[in-house]
Structure formats: C-alpha cells, structure tokens
C-alpha cells in the first residue's frame, strides 16, 4: 500500500485526489488549514485508511511542524496542490503586491520546503514521486496577459521542480510540476472544461504510469508535455 502525502486537501483537486487514492487502497495524508472544518475530509476518514493533519503552507512553522509528525515513515507519492490565485486585483494598471508576494510564499517557496523537508521519507520510498500543481498559465510560451502574480508564481514553481528533478535524481525520486486542466472549482469557474473527477482520475493515471524518462518535465493531467 502506498503512501500519499496531498496538501490543501479539503476542496476542490485536493479533495478529489484524495477520494481518487482511497478508491485505489492508498493509504492518503490529507493536509489542509483546519481539519476541524473539513467536514467531507471527516466523512472520509471514518470508512477509509485516511489521516488529517493541519498545515499551513504560508507559515514556515507549521510546515516544520507538519513535517515533524510525520516523523520517518516512508512517502512514496508528495503532491504539492495548495495553492492562491494571488489576488483579485493582478493587472498592468491595479496590483496588489502584498498578495503578489505572498502568492510566491504559497505556490513557489512552500511545495519547495515541503520537498525538501520530506526527501529523507521520499527516500525510504520503493517508487517515490513528487508532484505539484501547476497550471499552463505558468508557460513562457503562452501570450496571456493579466494575473501577473498567478502566471509569474506558477512559471517559477515550473522552475523550482526542473532543478529538484536534477537534485534529487540520486535518490530516486521523480518529480514534476503539472497542469490541472482547467477544472470546475472555486478557481476554476463554472465554465471550466473538465471536472474535479476528470481531473483527479487523471492526475492519478499520470502518477501511477510515471516514468524516469518524465522526471523534470512539464506534463498535462493526460500526461502531454507542455513548453516551459
């Protein structure tokens, strides 16, 4: 049985990801801000090898804490999928910085720490894997403008996984950044094109097929690559 480590698992992909692994016997970690409130994660756990732990990925502290109670048992899957649109106001004429800044503090610095601080568990793994999310709207090549803080935050998550890829080769681990698709969520929006099960279903299929070749790659929920 594998074990799943997922962050902002109370909504959303997060959520979806965690009914996906549990449907597959994983045993899953569902991190989240306040289990408390996360009353679907709740509903879960009674019935399913599933444990709740508190995290918030702004806080340095609790990163170090949710590392901690881990303590060393081995992680054979991370999926970095916390993440912030960024703020409301991200245009050439009305940023909000301060949540500019702190959309690299959620979506670039923490699945970052979280990698890092998890590589000793990664490493007792047989088959481990990081993956984070990402989005499309991170790709150079695009041409889109606006959500300045989104697209810049994600594009050097993009980064940060191609070198772990390279660091931490050695141990084995696969790590890639991934695009979602674009999913009816709070983010998403109603008009999205796929669901938060076409999504999740998805992503697994990406993981459980994941190969060495992949590592340091730019991959789709379907497991196309994408331009940097």
């Known amino acids: 049985m594998e074990t ?23 045993r ?63 245009s050439a004429s009305d940023m909000d910085f301060d949540a500019w800044a702190q959309a690299f503090v959620v979506n670039t610095i923490a699945p970052f720490r979280l990698t890092v601080g998890l590589r000793a568990n990664l490493k ?4 481990p894997r990081v993956i984070s999310v990402s989005s499309q709207m991170g790709s150079l090549a695009g041409e889109g403008a606006g959500y300045y803080a ?14 772990l890829a390279t660091d931490l080769e050695p141990d084995g681990v696969l790590v890639c950044p991934i695009h979602p698709g674009w999913v009816k969520t709070d ?27 992949q590592s340091g790659h730019f991959l789709t929920w379907e497991g196309e690559e994408l331009p940097w």
């Open 4 to 26: 799943v480590v997922i962050t902002g698992a109370n909504r959303g992909i997060g959520l979806g990801l965690v009914k996906v692994f549990l449907a597959n016997k994983a």
């Open 28 to 90: 899953v970690v569902a991190a989240c801000r306040h289990p408390e409130k996360a009353q679907e994660l709740q509903k879960l756990a009674k019935n399913s090898d599933l444990e709740i732990l508190p995290l918030d990925v702004a806080n340095e502290a609790s990163i170090t804490g949710f590392i901690a109670s881990l303590g060393d048992q081995p992680i054979d899957i991370l999926i970095n999928n916390a993440g912030t649109l960024g703020g409301e106001r991200q």
């Open 124 to 127: 007792r793994s047989s088959r």
């Open 150 to 163: 989104y697209r810049s935050s994600k594009a050097a998550l993009n980064k940060v996984m191609r070198g």
């Open 187 to 213: 983010m998403g929006g109603a008009n999205a094109a796929i669901t938060v099960t076409q999504s999740a279903e998805g992503i697994f299929r990406l993981i459980d097929t994941l190969t060495a070749a």
